[in-house]
């Protein structure tokens, strides 16, 4: 398996060597496109973003539930909570490319 | 708000930048994470959330139009999961519901 986790610092890497900008400003945009979006999401509003996914915001009714631990009955309040729904070019390419959607094999191949 | 309009609120808040390169920062944040998935790693981004991929074992499917049973391979899907900050923020900047 591959486990590596890609995080801030692999995006800003790849956002300074694509654009030119400076290490900490290519640091700062990442920072900012990460809070444009969870500033319109804190506002209800959905995210869609073409051949990679939407993000959307669903209300979720009050309901009961339960400490697994005691069994004991709490009350869950009424909340919000954040949906992402992957493109179909994403999932495809996911899974191996364009072609791999009809395709009937085992795993995909590792690098 | 679409990935246009992304381009378009970060291009106002960020008048030094050609937009040419908004839009390019906008879409190597995009391929980047991607690629990562595409690869099979996590990406995780602190106080956003965290991308992953999962696998869901083959099955046997049923063409709800003919009933006729279809094997379905194994396959990968993206998945998502709020960060912490996010999630509070959702509750807490919202209280009118």
């Known amino acids: 398996?591959?486990?590596?986790?890609?995080?801030?610092?692999?995006?800003?890497e790849s956002v300074y060597q694509e654009v030119g900008l400076s290490r900490n400003e290519s640091a700062e945009l990442v920072e900012n496109v990460l809070n444009e979006i969870a500033d319109t999401l804190t506002r209800g509003e959905t995210v869609k973003i073409?051949?990679?996914?939407?993000?959307?915001?669903?209300?979720?009714?009050?309901?009961?539930?339960?400490?697994?631990k005691t069994?004991?009955?709490?009350?869950?309040?009424?909340?919000?909570v954040l949906v992402f729904r992957a493109s179909n070019v994403l999932k495809s390419r996911i899974n191996g490319g364009e072609d791999s959607a009809f395709a009937d094999k085992g795993a995909p191949p590792s690098p | 708000m679409t990935k246009s309009e992304l381009i378009l609120r970060l291009a106002e808040k960020n008048p030094h930048l050609y937009q040419r390169d908004v839009e390019r920062i906008v879409?190597?944040?995009?391929e980047e994470i991607s690629a990562a998935l595409a690869r099979g790693d996590?990406?995780?981004?602190?106080?956003?959330g965290a991308f992953s991929v999962k696998t869901r074992d083959a099955?046997?499917?049923?063409?709800p139009r003919t009933?006729?049973?279809?094997?379905?391979?194994?396959?990968?899907?993206?998945?998502?999961?709020?960060?912490?900050?996010?999630r509070v923020r959702l509750n807490d900047e919202h209280q009118q519901g």
């Open chain 1, 1 to 12: 398996m591959a486990g590596t986790t890609v995080t801030r610092a692999q995006l800003s």
């Open chain 2, 42 to 48: 996590r990406v995780e981004l602190r106080g956003f």
């Open chain 1, 71 to 80: 069994g004991e009955e709490v009350p869950i309040k009424p909340r919000r």
């Open chain 2, 59 to 63: 099955r046997t499917g049923r063409n």
């Open chain 1, 50 to 68: 073409s051949s990679f996914g939407s993000f959307s915001v669903r209300q979720k009714g009050e309901r009961t539930g339960r400490n697994p």
């Open chain 2, 67 to 86: 009933g006729e049973t279809v094997h379905v391979a194994e396959k990968s899907v993206p998945f998502f999961k709020v960060g912490k900050d996010l």
């Open chain 2, 27 to 30: 879409s190597t944040i995009f």
